[in-house]
Structures are given as structure tokens and as C-alpha cells.
């Protein structure tokens, strides 16, 4: 009986271990220059550009709008993100085609819709 309480504690500790814990998840910045963007919308207008991506939350959904010198890109809207591991978003059901990855330092955006995509790397600008 004497070594199964000795043992108890051990095992709790072990157990309630985790890669990361959810209450110190960060809200992540919402402004990011990034070092290039290229977007081809369903016209086939491409625009290769540096500029700003803002994020913006509301709840679980987020909206990811693009700011260029050069002209107007339509955002990325109604977007569910997850929290996965070493404190990164990334999108719910992604895909290959369709994937957002969002830290507190970057953001990766290589998201196809349509005949629309949107390929965007870029670093927080804070």
C-alpha cells in the first residue's frame, strides 16, 4: 500500500503534462508586413506586391483583409481556426490547397478557392 501512494504522485505528474497549455495561448498580433504576396484572381489578374495583412477575430472566425499600393485583393473571410502545437493557428479541414498558419511571429497563406488563390508569406511587423 506504501509503494502505491509513492507511486500516485509520479504518475499524476507524468500524465498532466502537455506540449503546451491552452491558458497561456497568446491572441496573436494583428498586423503582419509581408515579404511578398502574389494573388490571381478568377479574371486572371495577378498582383505580385509587398503590403500588410491584417487579421481580425471574432469568436472562432477569422478574416484575413490585404493591403496593397497597388490595388484592392479580396479578403479571406469566415475562416474556423485551431490551436495545434508550439503555440500555432491553423485553419479547421484544411487542405493542401487550402492552408493558414498563423503565429505570433508569421503568417503562411497558401489558400485556393475557386478560381481565385492567394499564396502569402509573411512576418509580424511588431
Given amino acids: 500500500m506504501r509503494n502505491i501512494l509513492l507511486f500516485i504522485p509520479f504518475l499524476f505528474v507524468l500524465f498532466s503534462c502537455q506540449n503546451e497549455d491552452d491558458s ?4 496573436y498580433k494583428n498586423r503582419y508586413e509581408r515579404r511578398f504576396i502574389i494573388f490571381q484572381d478568377s479574371l486572371g489578374t495577378t498582383i505580385r506586391d509587398s503590403g500588410v495583412v491584417r487579421v481580425s477575430q471574432k469568436d472562432n472566425i477569422f478574416k484575413f483583409d490585404f493591403e496593397v499600393a497597388s490595388g484592392t485583393v479580396k479578403p479571406i473571410e469566415n475562416i474556423r ?17 487550402k492552408l493558414i498558419t498563423l503565429s505570433k511571429d508569421s503568417i503562411n497563406i497558401s489558400y485556393r478557392e475557386g478560381a481565385s488563390y492567394w499564396f502569402v508569406n509573411g512576418i509580424s511587423s511588431f
Fill in 81 to 97: 481556426m485551431e490551436i495545434t502545437g508550439n503555440n500555432t493557428l491553423r485553419n479547421l479541414e484544411w487542405t493542401p490547397s
Fill in 24 to 27: 497561456t495561448n497568446e491572441i
